[in-house]
């Protein structure tokens, strides 16, 4: 015998012989119903063994119970990491979190239109807000978390790393081993992260008696290709350095290929420091000294910070710093020149 489909809603009202409005009223609670209106449709929902989609019926009483993430992109190793922290911490208090990508301004508005107009969230987690001028479309109406970047205004719920903090602790690391001519690759200028962690940087030459040199800091784009170029360009231009603190491990093994290729060993020419402890990180030859960021711990406070905004919509709307940890491996040594 071929199974039978389930029974939807309408095949419900059928049975009953009322609108299918009115049997979401009965299976809401509203009370806008008729005794022996509510007893039919009560028994032709046990007659046909109907049972209403949970989320449905949620949202259809104003909560859906199901929280938004956009972040630039679904495959950064960093960003990834944060989506799945925030996910299971969502789990854990009773929400479902859906994660899209939006790797540009139009698609970032387009999904924001269609995830709160249709009421399909009840909160947004925002990943890098301020990479281009997305953070314009972000919407009033729906309690908001950014990661990764300050609010400008100070009304948002936000998470960042310490990324100041972590910027000086990987030069202070440099100068510890005895660099003075420390060079700097940062991420996208445009980036609050970039920028954090290159006054970091600047504070820790400072702190030693040491002016930022200029020509010896580049911006990149996080690729490793961005490393590699910059390494060739401070080769032929001829800049002196003795160590390099990238502001990612990707841009980080880009630039000890390139000193390799050009003859250089990694630690004894160039000691070389990466930003993020990417799985890989222990296996590069040699094993990259870096900053450890907790993306999982990231991603759960920004769930945290959202369902509290959900909840306890009047409480202070808090700025999160995490602290990174250093994790000294084989790619930095003490000076030798």
Not at 104 to 128: C, H, K, M, Q, Y
Not at 146 to 171: E, H, M, N
Not at 288 to 316: S, W, Y
């Amino acid at each position: 015998m071929p199974k039978t489909s389930k029974a939807t809603i309408r095949d419900v009202a059928a049975r009953a012989g009322v609108s299918h409005q009115t049997v979401s009223r009965v299976i809401n609670g509203v009370e806008r119903v008729s005794p022996e209106t509510r007893q039919k449709v009560e028994q032709a929902i046990a007659e046909l063994d109907y049972r209403p989609n949970a989320l449905a019926r949620e949202m259809a009483l104003g909560r859906a119970h199901t929280l938004a993430c956009l972040s630039p992109n679904l495959t950064d190793y960093t960003l990834a990491s944060i989506i799945e922290g925030a996910t299971g911490e969502a789990y854990r208090h009773g929400y479902y979190l859906i994660s899209a990508s939006a790797p540009e301004e139009s698609t970032f508005a387009n999904l924001v239109d269609e995830l709160v107009a249709s009421r399909r969230t009840e909160g947004l987690i925002v990943i890098n807000p301020y990479i281009d001028a997305r953070y314009q479309h972000v919407p009033t109406n729906v309690p908001l978390v950014f990661v990764g970047s300050r609010p400008r205004g100070g009304a948002i719920r936000s998470v960042t790393l310490d990324d100041k903090g972590a910027g000086r602790i990987a030069t202070q690391h440099l100068l510890e081993l005895g660099h003075r001519r420390i060079a700097l690759l940062t991420g996208p200028l445009a980036e609050d992260c970039s920028r954090d962690r290159q006054a970091g940087y600047e504070s820790a030459l400072q702190e030693a008696g040491l002016n930022p040199d200029p020509d010896l800091i580049l911006e990149g784009d996080w690729s490793a290709t961005s490393g590699y170029n910059a390494i060739r360009r401070w080769l032929d231009s001829g800049a002196s350095f003795t160590a390099l603190f990238a502001q990612n491990d990707r841009m980080a093994v880009g630039a000890i290929h390139a000193l390799q290729e050009a003859g250089l060993h990694v630690p004894q020419d160039v000691s070389v420091i990466g930003f993020d402890d990417m799985p890989l990180a222990s296996y590069f030859a040699p094993p990259l000294t870096t900053m450890r960021q907790d993306m999982l711990a990231i991603g759960v406070e920004a769930a945290r910070l959202l369902i509290q905004g959900i909840e306890q919509p009047t409480k202070e709307r808090p700025h999160v710093q995490i602290a990174a940890e250093l994790v000294v491996r084989g790619s930095t040594a003490k000076c030798r020149n």
